[in-house]
Structure formats: C-alpha cells, structure tokens
C-alpha cells in the first residue's frame, strides 16, 4: 500500500493556472476511473473537490478540474485565488479493493 | 443534512485500547459504505478501514490489521472503531466518512483526536 506520489508544494500567482499530480500504479490510478481530489484547510477536515477522475461535486468552482493519463491523475485550479492556498491530497481505489492517498501538496498563492 | 459526528478520542498509554464513535444523521445510513481515515499530527491522510452496508464486506490497512476492527450497527446509525494494543504511531485524528463509490467520500466528520503517549 503504497502512497501515491504528490508534489510536496506548488505555487501560483492569482489568475493563473496551476496543476498537481498524482501518480500511482497500474494496480490503482492506472487501473480504475476512482481518483478523487480533496480540499483540506489547516485544522478541518477534508473536502471532495473532484470524483471519479474528473467529476465535480455540486457546489464545487469550474475552477477545478481533473483528468488521467496513464498512471498519473492531475488537478487543475484555474484563475488562481487566495483562497485557494491550503493543501490538497489525490485518492485511489485499488486492484485490493482499499485506498491510497498521495502524501499531499501545498499549494501557495503568491 | 448529512452529519458524522465522531467521539472517544482521547489519551491513552502504549498497548491500550479504545473505542471510536461516529453517530450519522441526515441520511439513509444502512444504504452507505463507511470509512475511517485518520490523518497523524502535521501529516496526510491514510486510510484506515471500511465497511460495507451489512458490515459483511471488511477491509484493514496493513498497520491496524489484527489491532483495530471496525463494526456499525444500522439500528444505532452509528460506526465504530475498536482499537487495541495501541501504538505511539497510531497518535492522529480519526475521521468517519461516508462512501458515495468506490470509496470516495462526500461528507466527513468533524474528526476525534487519539493521542497515544506514557
């Protein structure tokens, strides 16, 4: 069990675009549609930002997207806010039927 | 609306036990997949084990099998986590989640603190 891997920390500066990665294996990012994307601000708990690789919750900005390639996952945040600073970690389902997350990225707006 | 209230967290010295609480509210609970998932002190998640609807289907990490077993009565609407021989790496919050597929998780409790410590 593995983590996937994440950067430790991106940066952005407002309005741009930003992208982190989530890279696994053929036994769960490379295997299965399940990646999942969460928001988590210092002291509260995790928010779904993204399902199914590409999928967006009700009530979640346009400004985050997901896709896959291969055994790698991507979450991109569009129109960079400040809000947005905080980190955020990519999940997976596995070939053993249990979870893997990434180790998490930072995500700092200058 | 959709609540996961979580408790039982506490301190607790190396080799003990402890139970975890998660009480649901707001939805069909017996219709979902359950979850914990703790997250160590400045640290990122792990899952930690889940549960099917019926509590028929059971899955562990490698560091809490044979330790922790979770469980969930329908009747109660309410998941719990039995945790034993309790280790100083085990020191995390403990999160309850509801599984909407494939264990992706809409809603989440608030979190209860386990700190194990002489």
Known sequence: ?110 | QVQLVESGGGLVTPGGSLRLSCAASGFSFSDHYMTWIRQAPGKGLEWVSHISQSGNVIYYSDSVKGRFTISRDNAKNSLYLQMNSLRAEDTAVYYCARDQGWLQFGYWGQGTLVTVSS
């Not at chain 1, 430790?8 to 999942?36: E, F, K, L, M, W």
């Not at chain 1, 928010?47 to 346009?62: A, F, Q, T």
């Not at chain 1, 400004?63 to 129109?79: W, Y």
């Open chain 1, 1 to 110: 069990q593995s983590a996937l891997t994440q950067p430790a920390s991106v940066s952005g500066s407002p309005g741009q675009s930003i992208t982190i990665s989530c890279t696994g294996t053929s036994s769960d990012v490379g295997r299965y549609n399940h990646v999942s994307w969460y928001q988590q601000r210092p002291g509260k708990a995790p928010e779904l930002m993204i399902y199914d690789v590409s999928k967006r919750p009700s009530g979640v900005s346009n400004r985050f997207s997901g896709s896959k390639s291969g055994n790698t996952a991507s979450l991109t945040i569009s129109g960079l806010q400040a809000e947005d600073e905080t980190d955020y970690y990519c999940s997976s389902y596995t070939r053993s039927n249990t979870l893997v997350f990434g180790g998490g990225t930072k995500l700092t707006v200058l």
